[in-house]
């Protein structure tokens, strides 16, 4: 595709629900990222995979945010027993390779309501 | 940890008025500078970027932006701005290991016409 898309667009969760937010990057782009966005607030870092590698999740806010790319394209976030807290955007950017200055490209993200 | 903080948290603007939104990041070895925006309803998207050499960087829809480093600052800048650039404006930094960017938490621009 032209873009990196995300899936679903909204979700709304009833708290203690497990959660799986997808991401497909553009084609060919080496690195994925994904964040979170607070309401007002700006994207802040959650985990990056270079290909398949799950190279920094350092951002990963808990033990129940864990996410994959097992093939090295597609990624999806998971959030298990979820808590109000984790309302938010959450954002997944793809790049083509892995240098500092390269553009990360961003998805429209997944709003995710836990009431 | 590195950071990165703007100073404006919402900026109202008259169409045809000069812009300029402030950005200071924290890190002082060689530094990778992003702006995104985010227009209403759509996705982020990059402004401009610097990573090295020419201090003023010029991004889409006439944008700057100027690298100073012992200011450890890198503020956008447009000389005439539209109706348009209503938007939310992100600086961006990326970490040393380049794993992440590490954003501040955005400038809201409202221009009226």
């Known amino acids: 595709g032209a873009g990196v898309s995300q899936s679903p667009r909204y979700k709304v969760a009833k708290r203690g629900q497990d959660v799986a937010l997808r991401c497909d990057p553009i084609s060919g782009h080496v690195s994925l990222f994904w964040y979170q966005q607070a309401l007002g607030q700006g994207p802040e870092f959650l985990t990056y995979?270079?290909?398949?590698?799950?190279?920094?999740k350092s951002g990963l806010p808990s033990d129940r945010f864990f996410a994959e790319r097992p093939e090295g394209s597609v990624s999806t976030l998971k959030i298990q027993r979820t808590q109000q807290e984790d309302s938010a955007v959450y954002l997944c950017a793809s790049s083509f390779g892995g240098l500092k200055q390269e553009t990360q490209y961003f998805g429209p993200g997944t709003r995710l309501l836990v009431l | 940890a590195q950071s990165v903080s703007q100073h404006n948290h919402h900026v109202i603007l008259s169409e045809a008025a000069s812009l300029e939104l402030g950005c200071n990041y924290s890190?002082?070895?060689?530094?990778?500078l992003f702006w995104y925006v985010q227009y209403p309803g759509q996705h982020l998207q990059l402004l401009l970027k610097y990573f090295s050499g020419d201090p003023l960087v010029k991004g889409i829809k006439g944008f700057e932006a100027e690298f100073i480093k012992s200011k450890f600052s890198f503020n956008l800048r447009k000389p005439s701005v539209q109706w348009s650039d209503t938007a939310e404006y992100f600086c961006a930094v990326a970490n040393q290991a380049g794993t992440a960017l590490i954003f501040g938490k955005g400038t809201t621009l409202s221009v009226s016409s």
């Open positions: 995979f270079q290909n398949e590698a799950q190279l920094d």
């Open positions: 890190y002082g070895g060689t530094v990778n």
